[in-house]
């Protein structure tokens, strides 16, 4: 059984740019959530899919955005990047999406310079 | 407005000494609460959760402990050990709300000496 995987491990971009972060579910997995863990904070809720559908969102802008493909693969795009964007980018998998226990990937590392 | 509250930044225990870490939330409609571990370059790792339903739930070392009228919950790990040494999440759910939605304390590192 694979646990979440997420692409790539470290990530440095310049502010107004673009980002795509990649994760892979834990198999069997048909829901994902990503999060955003700040310096010395907890992670907060981006938002969540299931079946392809944004299904619950944070208090986050619209220039995060995400995708889930047919086999529960997921994408977090972040447009405009911010310098407050920098964090720890964590997605999670789960199979009903009923909030426990989520599984979490290892987290992508963006640096905004 | 941070709804899940973990005060202590640090703690550090004695080896086979028993480790508590605490956590309130301010959110009544809070209905399921879980505990993460996170070490260093890796993701939060489930430890533990309980129901509003109970007051207790245990599993071999790690026992947590919800006082729903105090809004307070309370990780033990008995005894410690120098492995348990990473940083603790203390997490919340509501069932009314979105299903993969936790909201997160802000850790609190434990440190377990020899």
């Known amino acids: 059984e694979t646990g979440v995987t997420q692409s790539p491990t470290h990530l440095i971009k310049t502010r107004g740019q673009q980002v795509t972060l990649r994760c892979s579910s834990q198999?069997?997995?048909?829901?994902v959530s990503w999060y955003q863990q700040a310096l010395g904070q907890g992670p907060q809720f981006i938002f969540q899919?299931?079946?392809?559908?944004?299904?619950g969102r944070g208090n986050f802008p619209p220039r995060f955005s995400g995708l889930q493909f047919p086999n529960y693969s997921s994408e977090l795009n972040v447009n405009a990047l911010e310098l407050d964007d920098s964090a720890l980018y964590l997605c999670?998998?789960?199979?009903?999406?009923?909030?426990?226990?989520?599984?979490f990937g290892n987290g992508t590392r963006l640096t905004v310079t | 407005d941070q709804q899940v509250k973990q005060n202590s930044p640090s703690l550090s225990v004695q080896e086979g000494r028993i480790s508590i870490l605490n956590c309130d939330y301010t959110?009544?409609?809070?209905?399921?609460f879980l505990w993460y571990k996170k070490y260093p370059a890796e993701g939060p790792t489930f430890l533990i959760s309980?129901?509003?339903?109970?007051d207790k739930n245990e599993d071999g070392r790690f026992t947590v402990f919800l006082n729903k009228s105090a809004k307070h919950l309370s990780l033990h790990i008995v005894p410690s050990q120098p492995g348990d040494s990473a940083v603790y999440f203390c997490?919340?759910?509501?069932?009314?709300?979105?299903?993969?939605?936790?909201?997160f304390g802000t850790g609190t590192r434990l440190q377990v000496t020899l």
């Open positions: 999670a998998s789960s199979l009903t999406g009923d909030g426990s226990p989520l599984h």
């Open positions: 198999s069997g997995h048909n829901t």
């Open positions: 899919y299931y079946r392809e559908e944004e299904n």
């Open positions: 959110n009544s409609m809070f209905d399921y």
């Open positions: 309980i129901s509003s339903i109970k």
């Open positions: 997490a919340a759910s509501s069932h009314t709300g979105t299903a993969s939605k936790l909201t």
